[in-house]
């Protein structure tokens, strides 16, 4: 017999049939973890290969600016106590951030007009090993070495996501039976990413220029407005319009732990981002939109 949600494969017990995420460790897809790697791999070869042009950058060129001091070394330090850890793990990161903010949002178009070509799923569900590959891949290579904090987001986001991936069950299981619902909360979370894509640029803009340009108010000026709106207020409206209306559906279909379990992901990724805004405004709109060079009185 099926699980008593009725969404559950029938050789396995309901109360694991019930938890997508236990399903995920026990009756693993093959052709999902395999996507998963491969993207993990891509990844994992762009890092290596940036971080290593960047730590060989002679001194003085371009590509010395956005690298960073290796293991404990002060700025001004020969090239070879250079590191290319920090330009890679944002070369990744906007790759990633591009590709789940175009994804993220053609999904949700598709879902909105009622998905006529019905590829919604199935795109976003590649979009999903994509992402993943990237958090196993930057965490891995730039979490275990530089901030652990990014061990703990990345972490959270691959279990918060990964079941919706899974086509054959998980996704199902997610949205109460209804996997176009799982892929709506997925995605509409993903339009965080839009405003990485300017987080990063920002972060070149400021070891590239040397003095203000009219382009880095314009993308600062962008990511103040996508950073809060696609992190802060999105993430509650998910949460009051499509996730709580549907808790009664959880709770029949014996789970009502994901409507906690998301609601606390949602909650938590919004006061981050609500304390991370602060530290972008909090010395004045003037200095988050103007550059200002190292060592100057308005440096950020």
């Not at 103040?224 to 029949?252: C, D, N, Q």
């Not at 609601?263 to 006061?271: F, G, H, K, S």
Request: positive net charge; proline residues 5%.
């Amino acid at each position: 017999a099926l699980s008593r949600g009725g969404v559950g494969p029938p050789s396995l017990p309901w109360w694991a049939m019930e938890n997508p995420f236990w399903l995920a460790l026990t009756a693993p897809q093959p052709a999902y973890l395999l996507r998963i790697g491969a993207f993990c791999a891509a990844f994992a070869g762009l890092f290596v290969a940036v971080d290593r042009l960047v730590s060989a950058a002679a001194s003085g060129s371009a590509l010395q600016a956005v690298s960073s001091p290796r293991g404990g070394a002060k700025d001004g330090a020969k090239t070879s106590a250079r590191s290319g850890l920090s330009a890679a793990t944002n070369v990744c990161s906007a790759v990633h951030a591009l590709v789940t903010a175009v994804g993220a949002v053609w999904t949700v178009w598709q879902l909105w007009i009622g998905d006529p070509s019905g590829l919604a799923p199935t795109v976003w569900q590649w979009v999903l090993a994509f992402s993943q590959g990237y958090f196993i891949a930057d965490a891995g290579l730039y979490g275990t070495r530089r901030e652990a904090w990014v061990l703990i987001h990345h972490g959270w986001m691959i279990v918060a996501h990964h079941p919706i991936g899974e086509p054959l069950v998980g996704c199902r299981l997610m949205g109460a039976g209804d996997c176009s619902l799982a892929i709506w909360l997925s995605a509409t979370g993903y339009w965080a990413e839009i405003s990485t894509i300017f987080l990063v640029i920002r972060w070149f803009q400021i070891r590239f220029l040397r003095k203000h340009s009219v382009w880095y108010t314009i993308n600062s000026a962008c990511l103040l407005v996508t950073y809060p709106l696609t992190r802060i207020p999105t993430a509650l409206a998910i949460l009051v319009f499509s996730l709580w209306p549907r808790s009664a559906e959880y709770e029949r279909q014996g789970l009502s732990s994901l409507v906690t379990f998301t609601t606390v992901t949602y909650i938590v990724m919004a006061l981050m981002s609500s304390f991370y805004f602060y530290t972008l405004v909090s010395r004045g709109l003037s200095r988050a939109l103007v550059f200002a060079p190292a060592g100057s009185s308005k440096e950020q």
